[in-house]
């Protein structure tokens, strides 16, 4: 595989953040001796420099269908990158620690976009079966009815109150399949001052009476009495304004 080396020296270097940086002893391919440097992992590549300080890396490992295991080395704490071809090269690394070593090989084994492809599918499986056993205990045990529903079907089933007004439910046909074409009622069971009212109202023929004024209710005004009339009220009002008119008219 190719690399634009400008493009992978830019991205070794860049502000993003690594996934893990450290020391490794890193075993030459033709000086077989472990020479210290610098490593950086970012996603799938595994960038190496020569020192911490360096602008560019020496090297990259492009982590994709190998494996991180461990190996017999001179070294202590040693490690391997295996590919699966029989002709690529493989990588001996030493950590300086047993704790060092043990958290490079769980971070390189993780790094490859095929793991990355089976931890995804494997959260796709457990998400699948959280929604079926959302969906089953969902099924079992459904939520009661709110107030809107149980007035929508005490509407269907038969006739209901509200507000003082009794409605009738809708004609329903017969045993004999006859539809009872009375026109549909609305009963007003509203007390007026001289007592109990009834009719029909829309095509019922008579119109319902006025609905009633309630109890210690005045249309008087607090300020004027005397103005249970509109026409009194309104003009009681317009006084105001009236005034406040002839006075600007006298100041122009």
């Not at 502000?15 to 472990?34: H, I, M, V, W």
């Not at 020479?35 to 595994?46: A, D, E, S, T, V």
């Not at 004609?171 to 009375?182: L, R």
């Not at 249309?219 to 309104?234: A, G, I, M, Q, R």
Request: hydrophobic share 35%; glycine share 8%.
């Amino acid at each position: 595989m190719k690399l634009n080396e400008r493009s992978v020296a830019h991205y070794a270097t860049c502000d993003s953040p690594p996934d893990k940086t450290g020391f490794l002893f890193k075993k030459g391919e033709r000086n077989t001796a472990y020479h210290r440097r610098w490593f950086i992992l970012k996603g799938n590549m595994f960038f190496y420099f020569e020192e911490r300080e360096s602008r560019e890396p020496i090297g990259v490992i492009v982590l994709e269908g190998c494996t991180v295991e461990l190996c017999e080395s001179a070294e202590e704490f040693a490690f391997a990158i295996k590919f699966d071809c029989a002709k690529a090269r493989v990588y001996k690394l030493a950590a300086e620690s047993q704790m060092a070593m043990e958290s490079w090989v769980k971070a390189l084994s993780r790094a490859s976009f095929d793991y990355m492809r089976l931890v995804v599918k494997e959260l796709e499986r457990q998400l699948a079966e959280i929604q079926d056993a959302a969906g089953a205990g969902g099924q079992q045990g459904r939520p009661k009815p709110s107030r809107r529903n149980q007035d929508e079907v005490q509407l269907i089933s038969g006739s209901f109150k509200e507000n003082g007004v009794t409605w009738s439910k809708p004609p329903a046909a017969s045993a004999n399949g006859s539809v009872d074409t009375a026109p549909s009622c609305v009963t007003w069971d509203v007390c007026t001052d001289s007592g109990v009212a009834a009719g029909c109202g829309g095509d019922g023929g008579r119109a319902p009476p006025v609905p009633p004024r309630r109890l210690g209710a005045s249309l008087e005004s607090p300020v004027s009495p005397d103005t249970c009339c509109f026409s009194k009220l309104h003009d009681w009002y317009g006084r105001e304004v009236e005034e406040l008119r002839a006075q600007w008219l006298q100041s122009q």
